[in-house]
């Protein structure tokens, strides 16, 4: 190559080798904040080698970039030298924007930032954002930063002119490294250990989560014969039930509750609260930080409180699940998902008469808490985000995330809710202490930490006093916690009830000593009912609260219980000596779940360390290859348990599971029927009613003339005879006012429940019916899961009515025919009831266009519709032919828990088209029948 061609080429690159190196050196700038903010919050001591690692971390990220992007820069300078310039002055100001958010972040968070950013809807990441101030306020900064940064490299760029070879030299050097130890730098993103995530670039490592996370989520295999017969073996004591459902077994917790308790006959009331980032690094004896909790501690005195108690994630999305139910993880958090069949503290309290409640300032839909509190049967949502988001002065009582916890807690005593005549399980969950959000009287705490902060040692006081402002929001919400308590001490039940309290997670931002600690959160049981407080050194975690809550209750007050649970604790250690006897699978912030507490033992990212005395850590180095085949043991386990649905199934309930993983494709005009799923289940005299479900995903390749075909359950008795049939579009399932986009696939969930009596079998068939010019569409189905549930005919008939005459309805006399219109008085007993409709049906004339749809309605004491189902009668009565009777069985089970009384209708609603058909009924039977 001749000396011109050099120069002409060296030329090209030499603004492109400038601004590298200018990244570089603002790179490394941060780098220097970084070090100085994050330390602490890795447990680091800084060091020059370990400073010599981060650097050279980042130079392999500058080195990298500088070399992936070269060949577009002597693309862009070939044409334009200056717009090249500008081009990659502003790219380079992005990243360099990019470092600085994720330092931010990681400052803020006290992790790095990770895959769970892909796991979090756009509307839960904005609204994070916005509840830290003004989102036009960031974009204004983000705007700034980028602009100056991009200036001052130009101005760098001209200011060199053609002496660059002290550039040209550190751009070769970073290339070369890049190239040379790259691949020693991935190995340690892989080992994630503290001092490694702590000296990885954080660029570097989130696009490493993001590519592993692509390259990762296919669906996990499991040779799960080989690893249950061992998992079983963990719990000698367990009296399984079925050898595939490795959590299932009879409940024989012990019950360490009561000796503390004086129980009587009257059952108690439960309060459960969670606070928002409550960790034992602030609250407490020997906390990290000291405690900033002073009401806590002191009613830790009076309670029974465990000190060394763990969550089982990192963030707020793990606690409901492990706490209400003791339930695992799964894949990103129990509620993200399809949730496996399971039960919960709320559901067995539902079911003995307890009214539960759901006290929440936030957004119910954030980390999916409506999901699963859903499935609880829960009774009552406070809708208090309603109300502040309507409140005119609202940002004098809250924040983004909601009202301030005070204003949360006095609002509840007022609520309705609380002024009932049944026991309550009411959960409270606060949110004042989340990050860095505004409270109250600002000034007021900020001058009470500061007391507790003088009061401190040396060493805690210095680390403290950049934080006081955050350590100022949980001296406020631990006072209103104590106005709780007192408000509390006014109500009637309160010498009748137990108190709660425990956090849902710790953050880092106060310090933690080892990797346990961002687990470690304070769990106090406190009440009038109490016989003495007692404080425990045992370890315990979150999983533990359900099954000894639950105990205590069946065994003292006589509970009705199932004979089955599926807990994946056996209750809390009442131990007050230091012991560590859990086993408990705990999951990161980035839903990696790469940590493990086995008895005595910690397993975090391949490295072991024995659990000692207040939750201190030591290196095991001999116990890692025993360690970590547990790791893998459990984590196996519980992947399977979630992922294929083998948690928990009721007995009484019998179900089958039919899973198709393969894609089935239907194309034009191939068939007019395509059938899903089609068996005989034989069933149990003691079933009355079968619950048929559906779940998959479909995809629309073509879709002809808007036409979409219908999504039929059908259900035939012994004799063959179609007994129930249900007929949806395809498109109503999966849209509302949106148009399908081909392509695409969408998740469907289904279900419907039959009326089976007197069928010693049924055969269920499920498919897709294409009509007209639904036949030329293409359509795609995976992942199916049908289920099959018998609901038992443990019942007490009610009421039952009998009228075999027979009603004419000629309209348009009337809109509305009423079959039948009562009140009835229930039983407390009685949580649901089932409505059975039997009559035989006419058309006198027909309307093709137009069908009567035959109505169930429920009405509670307070005349508010609790229950509405309307089918169409020709869905009933498939290809009806007028003047000929049918034989019409119909029947809805209606949840009345709480009701003293319900108002039921049955009755025809005649749609617009009067006068077009008329129609008979006879030999009409309406039956209700309680369920216990």
């Known amino acids: 190559m001749s000396n011109n061609t050099t120069v002409k080429l060296l030329n090209r690159f030499r603004s492109y080798f400038i601004l590298g190196v200018f990244f570089f050196v603002a790179t490394l700038i941060l780098r220097c904040f970084d070090y100085c903010l994050l330390a602490p919050l890795f447990s680091i001591s800084g060091n020059p080698v370990l400073f010599f690692r981060c650097v050279l971390n980042d130079a392999l990220w500058c080195g990298a970039i500088i070399l992936l992007f070269s060949p577009l820069n002597y693309l862009l300078s ?29 400052f803020n968070s006290g992790k790095l930032l990770d895959k769970e950013i892909l796991m979090r809807p756009c509307s839960e990441i904005i609204f994070t954002i916005k509840s830290y101030g003004s989102l036009y306020l960031y974009i204004f900064l983000c705007g700034a930063i980028i602009f100056t940064y991009s200036a001052l490299s130009i101005i760098l760029v001209r200011k060199t002119g053609q002496r660059f070879k002290l550039f040209f030299a550190i751009s070769v050097l970073l290339i070369s490294l890049s190239v040379a130890l790259l691949h020693i730098s991935v190995k340690s993103y892989n080992r994630r250990g503290l001092t490694d995530r702590f000296t990885i670039n954080r660029a570097l490592y989130f696009l490493y989560d993001i590519i592993h996370y692509s390259i990762d989520s296919s669906e996990e295999e499991y040779n799960i014969k080989d690893f249950l017969p061992v998992f079983e073996a963990e719990y000698p004591l ?18 360490v509750l009561s000796p503390f308790f004086n129980t009587g006959e009257k059952r108690p009331n439960i309060v459960l609260v969670i606070v928002e980032s409550l960790g034992r690094g602030i609250s407490g004896k020997e906390a990290i930080s000291g405690s900033f909790t002073p009401f806590l501690d002191s009613l830790a005195n009076h309670s029974l409180y465990w000190e060394n108690c763990i969550t089982t994630t990192q963030r707020s999305f793990g606690i409901l699940p492990s706490l209400l139910g003791s339930l695992p993880n799964g894949n990103t958090g129990f509620q993200f998902g399809d949730m496996p069949e399971h039960t919960s503290i709320v559901r067995l309290l539902n079911e003995n008469q307890y009214k539960t409640n759901l006290f929440y300032a936030g957004y119910y839909g954030f980390d999916c808490v409506m999901d699963f509190m859903d499935l609880q049967d829960v009774d009552y949502y406070a809708a208090y985000y309603e109300q502040y988001e309507n409140d005119p002065e609202k940002e004098k009582k809250g924040t983004e995330w909601g009202y301030h916890d005070a204003v949360m807690f006095n609002k509840s005593l007022e609520d309705p809710a609380l002024q009932y005549d049944k026991n309550v399980f009411n959960v409270y969950v606060t949110v004042s202490t989340h990050g860095k959000l505004e409270i109250p009287e600002k000034d007021k705490y900020i001058k009470r930490a500061h007391v507790i902060n003088q009061k401190l040692s040396q060493e805690q006081q210095k680390a403290n006093r950049s934080k006081l402002n955050i350590l100022a929001s949980f001296v406020y919400t631990d006072d209103a916690l104590r106005q709780f308590i007192n408000g509390y001490k006014k109500r009637p039940d309160f010498e009748n009830t137990i108190f709660i309290i425990t956090g849902d997670h710790y953050v880092s931002t ?16 406190y009440s009038p009912l109490l016989k003495t407080s007692k404080q425990f050194q045992s370890l315990v975690s979150t999983l533990d609260v359900t099954p000894s809550l639950w105990t205590m209750l069946r065994n003292q007050y006589h509970l009705t219980a199932p004979e089955y649970i599926a807990w994946i604790s056996d209750g809390l250690d009442t131990t007050q000596h230091f012991s560590s006897r859990k086993k408990v699978l705990l999951m990161q912030i980035n839903r990696d779940t790469e940590e493990f507490v086995y008895n005595q033992f910690f397993y975090s990212y391949g490295s072991v360390y024995e659990i000692n005395d207040n939750l201190e850590l030591t290196e095991s180095t001999e116990k890692i290859h025993r360690l970590t085949n547990k790791y893998k043991l459990f984590k196996t386990v519980h992947s399977y348990t979630y992922n294929k649905r083998k948690l928990f199934y009721n007995p009484f309930q019998p179900t089958y599971r039919l899973i198709i993983d393969k894609e089935m494709t239907y194309p034009y005009p191939e068939e007019f029927f395509n059938c899903l799923d089609r068996r005989k289940t034989n069933l149990d005299s003691l079933f009355s009613t079968v619950k048929i479900a559906a779940s998959y995903k479909i995809c629309f390749d073509t879709i002809f003339d808007h036409k979409y075909p219908a999504f039929v359950f059908e259900c035939k008795n012994d004799n063959n005879e179609n007994t129930a049939y249900y007929s949806i579009g395809a498109n109503f399932l999966i849209y509302d006012d949106q148009e399908i986009q081909n392509g695409k696939w969408y998740d469907v969930k289904v279900s419907r429940e039959f009326d089976t009596r007197g069928a010693k079998e049924i055969e269920t068939i499920t498919y897709f019916l294409n009509g007209g010019s639904s036949v030329l569409n293409q359509y795609r189905i995976k992942n199916q899961v049908y289920t099959i549930e018998g609901l038992p005919n443990q019942y007490l008939v009610i ?22 219109r009562k009140t009835k008085i229930f039983d407390r007993t009685f949580s649901k009831i089932m409505i059975m409709a039997d009559f035989t049906f006419r058309y006198d004339s027909i309307d093709t266009c137009r069908s009567p749809f035959i109505v169930f309605e429920c009405r509670n004491d307070n005349d508010e519709k609790v229950f509405y189902s309307a089918e169409k009668a020709e869905d009933i009565i498939k290809y009806p032919e007028q003047g000929k009777w049918y034989d019409v069985k119909i029947s809805r089970i209606i949840n009345t828990r709480h009701a003293k009384e319900i108002e039921y209708i049955v009755y025809f609603l005649n749609s617009n088209a009067e006068g077009k058909y008329q129609y008979s009924i006879k030999n009409t039977s309406i039956v209700l029948k309680g369920f216990p």
Do not use: H
């Open 238 to 255: 367990w009296e399984k039930v079925d050898p595939e459902y490795p959590f299932m077994r009879k409940d024989n917790t012990p019950d």
């Open 78 to 106: 070939r044409d334009s030298q200056s717009l090249s310039t500008l081009f990659f002055s502003i790219f380079f100001a992005v990243l360099f924007l990019f470092q600085i958010v994720l330092v931010i972040f990681a």
């Open 799 to 820: 009421e039952q009515n009998i009228d075999t005459g027979i009603l004419k309805y000629r309209p348009p006399v009337e809109f509305l025919n009423c079959i039948e």
């Open 510 to 525: 106060f310090g933690i000593r080892n990797p346990l600690d961002l687990y470690r959160v304070p769990l106090i049981i």
